[in-house]
């Protein structure tokens, strides 16, 4: 849904949000407005905030939702970095005023603002036609606020596979058919980076395992249920055993010299693609559309799609309203629509966001998706499997920070620092950052 | 002034002691006083119109900048001042905690704070002395009579008409690392593959680059107009008593320069202090390179800020910057009355 997750890729994206945003615009004054007057009630117009491209507008959402009710007008302004987005939406949301009827939350923030700032928005747990049961668990989980309430509305989300090369695979004598490939490392990640011992071997030259070690981490870190976070919200990144096993994998990878150093999201990690430069990369669904755009026509049918060795979420996005909104009501009513599982299907066809709500995995629409690029890949199945099996972890409100400074120290010794010292730079780094 | 008894005595005053004064400064036939004809009584309300005018219209032209340096220079700068003296967090801005000196003394053993200080002032004498070496080379050159001179001198700006996002971005893929020009070019001279951006040295020397090239050209232009300004009496007197190219270049040029590289070397110094987008967009982080090899004091700030969410630790960056400006500037001033004095 947004073309970028982190806080390096959103920077580097920023010329296609210009052009999204462009033509988002360019859309807009296509739509025509709807002049009948028999709707119930007064006119609104509700706004809505969005960062990136959420693709409402351009799968046509919009649109059917004015046609379905004639009373209300939807208007949507979008800030193309999540890292201007969301400090302007914290100073609105302290100062009660300026905040959009609906606001959208990253995945990053979520658990910040259902710690710090859970009354600032509506409920949305309790509002009328939001089935529980409709979202995955993990997903509801994440915009639960302590006490039950529920600050956001499940949009997309980032369940991981492996995005791998058949031709590299085949050349360093690994299997090739997906199903071989999953199960060459289902169920632990060191399963993968043994393969990758194997790949190194016969390596064909010029080529790598994985694009950077700071990938696999993220892939590892979020299989776990409990990462930076203990249950009573304190840090323990220090001495939780997934940091420590994945932070060894990540080791193990580097130290092997099996990843191409590269720095996701970056114009290396791009042109890498093309050049066809490392054989796997730990990929949600949204960045499918991004390999394939990179790699290009030069490697299709080269890529495929294998299950993760253990499902973990990588992005995704919610719906808030803030209890401030000048169309409280309204705006729960068309989040709720937004949100439910036949427009989450609608919008996983047009704009490729995978759907959080796991009713909408049963739809034709999410159940017989296959991938073209990625040698038609059910990617329906792949992704709905990996979802479902995503475990509820627990989260704090600085993981990110910490996982990024974990891979800053990850990247590190990939560069030529012993383990020791990246792990202490990253130890540091995270100490300046979290010191209040 | 001498129109300001006018100005503050009330117009209709029968027989006040501003009418002679009006009448004296218009010569003419008097007619008795507080008979005016309808044209004296004209030419006198024209003229206070006028005069207040001349007086009051200089600062109307001049508000717009001082209302708008009072909104987003002076206020910032008192707020930002304000906000270092407390705990506050983005989270929620307008929550001030007092915590005193705490921000800047924090300041003084955060070793990240030292080491972007350090890469402001390796990356701004890097930046800033190439840099003003070759303006001063390539305006001494422009200096010529050359044939098309308009056009060079209007090619040496283009560099500085460009944005930083874009130029910093073609840089970072020259750079590159696996395909970038640069090390494709110094590949077929038989050297390997050199990653710019981990390397301390290498990082700042690319951001470097990126500056100078951006900036040679404008400190080129003002070297330049300089130079049309000295004397040519100057040259030819020095060419008689049989000095060469070079000794005029050092004993007639650069003497003549000595307030203009002054004011440029301030210039470039501030434009070095406050370093922000080309390394930002160089590394494509706020952390400026995995090890911070090249996080001036502008990141560190942005990140302190907009990342981990201290602005009042943010506010004291800010304001230690705004004290080195100072100190620089006092530096500047104790030796331009150098300068002065020794002329």
Redesign the interface.
Known sequence: MHLSRT??SS??LAALGISAALSAGLLAGCSSDSDSSGGDGEKVTVSVGVFGVFGYKQAGLYDEYEKLNPHVTIKESSTERN?DYY?AL??RL??NSGVQDIQAIEVANIN?LAT??ADKFVDLGKASGVEKEDYLPWKWNQATAEGGKVIGLGTDIGPMAICYRKDLFKEAGLPTDRKEVSELWAGDWSKYVDAGETYMKKAPKGTNYMDSAAGLYNGAINSYAKKNYDKNGDVIFKESASVKESWDLAMRAAEGGMTSKL?Q????WN??YA?G?FATVACPPWMLGHIKENAGEKSADQWDVAAAPKPGNWGGSFLSVPEAAKNKDEAVKLATWLTAPQQQAKLFQKQASFPSSQTAFDLPEVKDATHEYFGDAPIGTIFSDAAKDIPISILGPKDQ?INEKIA??I??VE?G?SPDDGWN?AV??ID???D? | MTTEHQDAAPPASPGGAARPRLRARKPGPSPAPGKLSPEERKAARRSRRYQRDTRWSPYLFLSPFFLFFAAFGLFPLLYTGWASLH?V???????MEWAGMHNFSRLWE???FWLALRNTFTIGVMSTVPQLLMALGLAHLLNYKLRGSMFFRIAVLTPYATSVAAAT?VF??LY????GMINWALGSVGIDNI?WR?GTFSSQFAVSTIVIWRWTGYNTLIYLAAMQAIPNDLYESSALDGATRWQQFIHVTIPALRPTILFTVIVSTIGATQLFGEPLLFG????GG??HQFQTLGLYLYEQG???F?LGRASAIAWTMFLILVVIGLVNWLISRRLQKSQ
């Open positions: 806080r390096s920077f580097r890292e400090p914290l100073n302290s100062a910040e710090i700032q720095l999201f970056d114009t290396g042109q890498a050049n430069d920070l800053e120290g990247r590190q560069n620092s730079a540091k780094s300046n950052a979290l209040s | 705990r967090s983005l989270h929620d801005p307008t929550h955060d070793e990240f971005l970072a893929m590159g690392r696996d395909y990653d981990n494509g982080t706020q952390t995995n090890r907009w990342f981990n201290h």
